[in-house]
């Protein structure tokens, strides 16, 4: 224990150390050598493999389509349409200009999709079509005269007309998307997984499909009908990404695999954000980009709040697959490749901070291994599949974040990336994949990403020309630019403009870290570096020994906390609250009248006149500042619209008091550990649990009589009478010191608390109300808050009562856990042969003290002047220590 606590130490001071930026020379050398490395890949295709789809880079052979039908990881992309050829093309103008005409011309003239093949919708839709789409539009903006043609391309050459295929390049993407169009042909209009180029939907072809192949259609569909202006591909791929978000589950995750005939998510039913899902989201936030429309937005939002609240791990580093409806982990628990595209989407959705953190840990991985396996278990830090095939996300998700933070470090990823990649990967005629990060073993195999998107984004890293596309402008999910012209965009309708009205939507501008003293650091000196760090390599000297391989030492050892984020979306419901009255908050009413909420037409803002059974969901505001109401039952709230409240029933409460908390130096949540002991004395740990102190009673951090202390020793826990389950009547006195282990409800935490203390127990644990009960009611500072989230742990409170009340408690500690865990306790007690004995571990948050999920909510006075008569009383509601920005009590 010893040795390792030194380590940490060490560790958690290692962001000292300085950080050291990138001078312009090397970044212009990086971009040379990433230049010279797509052009030995291009060329070494176009020698040895084209016009086959692929090259083999070790035998510098084609690539042909297998003959083997199942072999779909080839057989989806090889259409006999060279399309590693078709990928480039967008890239080609970029980095290696020279190249661009004749492949336009190759293309224009040999490329026919007219083939017998059974091929893949979203990899033909995202490789091929949208390479000729963006193709397409960049001919079309070149000058007609041919001299000027070549200038604009950067040619050496003096004249070249490569504008005259533009024509034909529309067409083979109108072919092809004519060609894909039966894959729509199904009840439900979620398109077939494949379809054959020539016959269309196979007889017994697959009818399962994945959301990310049916729900990444819509950029290239949409532009594709734009300019043709065949409505048919927008209306289907449309129909598709809303055919996928309709089947969303009741908490707004979509699932990875469904039915195209029947619309139900089939086996295993998890959420998250890697392989099968991904580009659900992406495609979300920039087909409202690209469109302008912001039905997609509103998509998009609602998507990224449910995984930002269940997907994501309360560190806020890891996204991991979850149950689709119950919300638990996946087993075995892991985060793939494909998933290091979600950091730089959150870029582009303006949540820059869990772009970072994210990044953090594919950046540590990718340390880890040269590379980044397919797929890896994070919670047991082993490879699942070590395969590494080129893939860009992470490299994208890099240039991304670079483009927003100008923080050198990016440049120095990349620079590893680079080297790593020609290092291990680079042949006599290209790039081979990684059959094996952690052996060096290669596949004969080039995928066509490694030079469009790879690369490419690589390049567009190092290229201070090139900055991230403005509005309507978006690189697709193969990296292809596409864009609106502002004469193809559509206007919105007066319906939704004036839904709208009121809304601010801004991007939060990065702040580098600040240590103190003021001085501005790169993102290597943020304190949570070295805990990304952590997750990947464990705690060793090497970042390997087995020794201490639990994230429990975060806890435990004390020097380095677990970071914790705010939960990002809760539902909360307001009532007025007479503290003698026990009955629950008032039944969700899901279509409110306009008697109780109404809607100003002219300023967009939403005004509840009567609170009773309103839900009120609240987000986490992208700038990091606290929480803003999203919507109210129904009705969806946006950024820059307020909500007031004028319930008459409220206006007692006003002004919010701001009293001083009675609130200790508890931690708000502990990690506790509970142990039988026989009668020889040998111990055994049955079970290890998070609880949440209440914001009463004991001071854990501190010691007092009763010995219930952090880092205390073992306390016996004991059940109150089976008649009395509850403790809200008094108890029989029991032997101390021991701990109760008592049920919710049916009467206030402060009441048991009180019983607990005159039976002479040291404290009590509470046990939760099993996931399905209705939510309970937290009274705080006059206002009710009833949370509505059956899985967090809530902070029992009581801070309407009387001191003197409260300081008869202030000896007896009380800490909730989950039903879960009660349960199981509850089962050995049962048993009724052993002691059990709880003992106070530590702080489970470290000093991190955000606010949780279920976490009390303060009201805060205000004196400030607001609303049109500046003597109007008033007031503000918080989630722990976030304000709920958009929201305001007034006096009606
Ligand atoms: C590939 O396509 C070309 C024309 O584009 C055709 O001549 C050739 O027969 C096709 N090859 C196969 C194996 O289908
Ligand atoms: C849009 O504008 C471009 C020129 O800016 C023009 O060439 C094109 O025909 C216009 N498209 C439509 C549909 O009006």
Request: overall charge negative.
């Amino acid at each position: 224990m010893l040795t390792s606590l030194s380590t940490w130490i060490i560790v958690c001071l290692a962001y000292l150390l300085s950080v050291e930026g990138m001078s312009v020379s090397r970044r212009l050398q990086l971009r040379e050598e990433v230049r010279k490395m797509f052009v030995h890949g291009y060329e070494g295709y176009m020698t040895h493999a084209y016009p086959a789809d692929e090259l083999r880079p070790l035998t510098c052979a084609p690539l042909h389509r297998d003959p083997d039908p199942f072999n779909s990881g080839v057989n989806d992309i090889h259409a006999n349409a060279s399309i590693t050829l078709l990928d480039v093309l967008s890239t080609l103008p970029l980095i290696h200009p020279e190249a661009f005409p004749h492949a336009v011309q190759l293309v224009a003239t040999q490329v026919s999709f007219d083939q017998d093949v059974k091929v893949q919708v979203f990899e033909m839709t995202i490789r091929a079509m949208g390479a000729l789409l963006s193709t397409y539009q960049l001919l079309d903006r070149l000058p007609d005269d041919e001299t000027l043609q070549a200038k604009q391309l950067g040619l050496t050459e003096g004249k070249v007309d490569v504008k005259k295929y533009r024509g034909r390049v529309l067409e083979l993407a109108l072919d092809l998307g004519k060609r894909l169009l039966p894959a729509f042909s199904t009840p439900t209009g979620i398109p077939y997984s494949r379809v054959n180029l020539k016959r269309g939907v196979e007889k017994g072809e697959s009818t399962d499909t994945c959301t990310a192949g049916a729900g990444s259609l819509v950029l290239e569909f949409a532009v594709l009908s734009r300019l043709t202006h065949d409505e048919r591909f927008e209306t289907v791929a449309n129909r598709a990404y809303l055919a996928i978000w309709n089947r969303r589950s009741p908490h707004n995750l979509v699932g990875n695999t469904i039915g195209v005939g029947h619309g139900h998510w089939l086996a295993p039913g998890q959420s998250g954000t890697g392989a099968g899902i991904d580009s659900f989201y992406e495609y979300g936030i920039k087909a409202a980009i690209l469109l302008g429309d912001d039905s997609y937005l509103d998509i998009f939002h609602d998507s990224y709040a449910a995984v930002q609240t269940h997907v994501r791990t309360d560190d806020g580093f890891i996204y991991r697959s979850v149950q689709l409806r119950i919300l638990q982990p996946a087993n075995p628990s892991t985060i793939d490749s494909l998933s290091a595209f979600f950091p730089g989407m959150q870029v582009l959705a303006g949540d820059i901070e869990s772009a970072i953190k994210s990044h953090l840990v594919f950046w540590n991985l990718w340390r880890n291994y040269d590379a980044l396996p397919e797929s890896w278990d994070w919670e047991n830090r082993q490879i699942q599949w070590a395969g590494w095939p080129g893939r860009p996300e992470f490299v994208e998700s890099t240039y991304y974040l670079y483009q927003a933070t100008r923080d050198p470090f990016y440049l120095r990823v990349g620079e590893r990336v680079l080297s790593d990649m020609v290092r291990r990967t680079k042949t006599a005629c290209g790039f081979a994949t990684l059959k094996n990060v952690e052996t060096d073993e290669l596949e004969d195999r080039m995928e066509s990403f490694v030079l469009s998107e790879t690369l490419k984004y690589l390049y567009l890293l190092f290229d201070d020309q090139n900055s991230t596309p403005l509005s309507n402008r978006v690189f697709s999910t193969e990296g292809h630019p596409l864009f609106l012209p502002y004469n193809l965009t559509k206007p919105s309708s007066a319906i939704r403009r004036e839904l709208h009205r009121g809304e601010n939507l801004v991007c939060p501008v990065y702040e580098p870290p600040v240590l103190g003293g003021g001085l501005v650091v790169g993102i290597e000196r943020r304190p949570d570096y070295e805990y990304a760090r952590h997750l990947v390599f464990g705690s060793g000297v090497d970042g390997r020994a087995a020794e201490d391989q639990h994230r429990t030492q975060w806890w435990e050892g004390g020097f380095c906390p677990i970071p914790s984020v705010p939960k990002f979306s809760v539902d909360i419901y307001l009532f007025p609250l007479d503290s003698s009255d026990q009955s629950p908050p008032p039944l969700e009413d899901t279509s409110p009248s306009s008697d109780k909420v109404s809607r100003d037409e002219h300023t967009g803002d939403f005004t509840i006149h009567k609170v009773d059974g309103l839900r009120l969901t609240v987000r986490w505001r992208l700038d990091n500042k606290g929480y803003d109401v999203s919507s109210i039952g129904p009705h969806r709230v946006r950024a820059g619209q307020q909500v007031i409240v004028r319930d008459p029933s409220m206006s007692g409460y006003l002004p919010i008091p701001s009293t001083p908390s009675t609130y200790s130096h508890s931690p708000a949540e502990v990690l506790m550990r509970f142990s039988t002991a026989s009668t020889s004395g040998e111990r055994q740990v049955i079970l290890h649990a998070i609880g949440a102190t209440a914001i009463f009673g004991r001071d854990f951090s501190r010691s007092g009589p009763g010995g219930w202390t952090l880092h205390g020793g073992h306390t016996k826990l004991l059940r109150p009478e089976k008649s009395n389950l509850d403790a809200c009547r008094p108890l029989k006195t029991i032997p101390t010191p021991a701990i109760l282990l008592i049920q919710r409800g049916k009467c206030t935490f402060l009441t048991k608390l009180h019983h607990a203390v005159k039976a002479g127990a040291a404290g009590v644990i509470v046990v939760g109300y099993p996931p399905s009960s209705n939510a309970d009611t937290q009274q705080v500072l006059g206002v009710g808050i009833g949370i509505d989230d059956e899985l967090g742990l809530i902070r029992p409170s009581a801070e309407n009562e009387p001191q003197h009340i409260l300081d008869t408690v202030k000896d007896a500690g009380m800490i909730y856990i989950d039903h879960l865990v009660g349960d199981a306790l509850s089962t050995v007690l049962d048993l009724g042969i052993v002691q059990v004995d709880v003992e106070l571990m530590g702080d489970a948050n470290g000093q991190n003290g955000h606010a949780k999920s279920g976490e009390i909510v303060k009201g805060q006075a205000s004196g400030s002047a607001f609303g049109r008569r500046s003597e109007e009383r008033q007031g503000r509601l918080a989630l722990g220590p976030w304000e709920i920005w958009n929201l305001k009590i007034l006096e009606p």
